[in-house]
């Protein structure tokens, strides 16, 4: 059974996920979706954080609780849906790659709901964090890839320069039609790098926690 890796670009609420197999080192898009990570796609929900700052600081911690818990519900019926779909034509999905923003850890709760900055940054960590918990359950070793270098670290480990590597990537998407925005492409080249790290063994896998 040949092996895939599924990248993942999350946004607030949602996620774009692409799954890809290598074909003498070149990636084939085998899976493209856009996961939606809150059964109620609203403000409310999609921003967890912001909502609780009008909240008691008890009833914020059970609120955003509540949404990280549907979240990572929603995140792993998604992968173990596509795990199947994928046994089905030939593939073994055991790897995933995981965009992160700042990647700095966040203090605890009512530090959090005091700074708008910090707010935004939770929202955003609360689905990651999401889909690293429904990896986990799902067998998935998950490659953390900081967004900001993803261009510069896949130009240099492929040997392809910027603009090369975009059309490219662009390209792949090319069949498959819209959406086939910069969040695809984006997932499209964690998955990549992380299907090439796979094979040198030389990736950095981080590991959720399943309750």
């Known amino acids: 059974m040949k092996k895939a890796v599924v990248g993942f670009r999350v946004h607030s609420g949602w996620s774009a996920v692409v799954a890809v197999c ?17 059964e109620t796609f609203t403000y409310r929900f999609r921003q967890p954080y912001h909502t609780g700052e009008k909240m008691a600081l008890s009833a914020a911690r059970e609120f955003i609780v ?89 130009s240099r480990a492929l040997c392809v320069a910027r603009p090369s590597l975009l059309r490219r990537v ?14 695809e492409k984006f997932a499209t080249l964690a998955a990549w790098l992380a299907a090439l790290a796979s094979r040198k063994g030389g990736d950095k896998v981080i590991t959720g926690k399943p309750a």
């Not at 070149?26 to 939606?36: F, K, N, S, Y």
């Not at 995140?75 to 992160?100: I, K, P, S």
């Not at 039609?177 to 910069?182: I, K």
């Open 22 to 38: 290598l074909e003498k080192s070149a990636p084939v898009v085998l899976h493209r979706q856009r996961v939606q990570l809150v």
């Open 66 to 154: 509540g949404v990280r818990e549907q979240g990572r519900d929603l995140a792993y019926r998604a992968l173990r849906d596509l795990q199947v779909e994928l046994e089905e034509r030939g593939y073994q999905l055991t790897r995933g790659a995981l965009l992160l923003a700042s990647g700095r850890p966040l203090p605890e709760l009512e530090k959090i709901l005091a700074s708008h900055a910090l707010i935004h940054t939770a929202d955003g960590e609360l689905f990651r964090e999401c889909l690293l918990h429904a990896s986990a359950r799902c067998g998935l070793a998950v490659v953390a890839l900081r967004e900001r270098e993803l261009l510069e670290q896949a």
């Open 170 to 183: 662009t390209e792949l998407g090319r069949p498959l039609g819209a959406p086939w925005s910069q969040d």
